[in-house]
């Protein structure tokens, strides 16, 4: 019988050889397929990815696909907790949807590589005004190219079963865009997954596709009030997803 500890680093480092090996092998077809970076390599991307969970037991139960249909643009927002969500992120991707990502994942190898072919756009997050002018130009070309943007609001990784506060370029693009937001909830992994307990085990993930927020007509003094917004809603998801005691009391 394996020590919890090194059970937990054979399955994360499994895990992580998964994404090297299987980015190595994706990215030359990437490109025989699509010639280069474009969001058409996210198709290819997701189809791989999404056997992972076979690997490591986890489910997904997802409800509320339907409110990706939206006409044209829109930003989706979801909580971020672990390296693991990119299996969650890739379940309910709706076709050319790109995600924002911190620049530093442009060097890890094989994987940096098929993350540029997917279209990801990279921010610097120590550089407010450099980050400001990438959204501002994406919030151009989702309209001319017809794309989504995916981005985690909380802007680094918590695995705590709550939200951290919500950084606001997501929604200055979606204002910008005047396109609506989408967010997306992921229930808390805590239950099987807590690094600092050396916790990885099977577990189900409930995933909620909420509502689009409109944002026409809305102008830059009212993101404040839309971030709070989106972070109340998502927290209450959060929660019931989640079974969260102080609210499951609440809610019965
Ligand atoms: C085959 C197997 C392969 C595997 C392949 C898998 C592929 C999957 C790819 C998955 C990629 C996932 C990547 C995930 C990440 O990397 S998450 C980390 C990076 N993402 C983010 O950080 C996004 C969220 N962050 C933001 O939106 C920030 O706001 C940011 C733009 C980065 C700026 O950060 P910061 O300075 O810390 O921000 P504040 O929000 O506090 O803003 C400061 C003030 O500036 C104002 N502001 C912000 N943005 C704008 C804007 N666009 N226009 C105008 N003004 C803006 C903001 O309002 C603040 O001012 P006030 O306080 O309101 O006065
Ligand atoms: C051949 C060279 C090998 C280099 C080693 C590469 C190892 C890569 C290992 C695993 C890849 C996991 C999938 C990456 C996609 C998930 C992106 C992600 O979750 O990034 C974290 C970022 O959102 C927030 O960063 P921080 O929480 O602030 O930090």
């Known amino acids: 019988e394996l020590s919890p500890a090194v059970n937990f680093a054979l399955r994360i480092s499994f895990y992580c050889l998964l994404c090297v090996v299987s980015s190595a092998l994706t990215a030359p077809v990437c490109l025989l397929v ?5 969001v058409k390599n996210m198709r290819i991307i997701k189809t791989v990815v999404k056997t992972f969970k076979y690997f490591f037991g986890l489910r997904f139960e997802v409800k ?14 979801s909580n971020h907790q672990s390296i693991l969500d990119m299996m969650g992120l890739m379940e309910v991707l709706p076709d050319d949807c790109v995600q924002v990502g911190k620049k530093e994942l442009m060097y890890t190898g094989s994987v940096g590589l ?3 072919l997917g279209g990801v756009i990279f921010i610097n997050r120590k550089s407010t005004t450099s980050a400001k002018m990438v959204m501002a130009e994406v919030a151009k070309t989702m309209t001319t190219e017809n794309v989504k943007v995916w981005v985690y609001p909380e802007g680094t990784r918590n695995c705590t079963g709550d939200l951290l506060p919500f950084k606001k370029g997501a929604f200055h693009l979606a204002v910008q865009a005047q396109v609506p937001v989408i967010p997306v909830v992921y ?3 805590t239950t099987f997954y807590n690094p600092k307990k050396n916790l990885f085990t099977s577990g189900k993930i409930k995933v909620e596709v909420l509502p689009p927020i409109e ?12 971030t709070d917004r989106c972070f109340r809603t998502m927290r209450e998801t959060l929660f019931r997803l989640s079974g969260h005691p102080s609210e499951a009391k609440e809610s019965s």
């Open 215 to 226: 944002t026409k007509g809305l102008t830059s003094d009212d993101v404040s009030d839309l």
């Open 114 to 116: 098929i993350i540029y």
């Open 34 to 38: 699509n010639g280069g970076r474009t």
């Open 187 to 189: 229930s808390s992994f």
């Open 64 to 77: 509320g696909l339907e409110n990706f249909k939206v006409e044209g643009p829109a930003i989706i927002v």
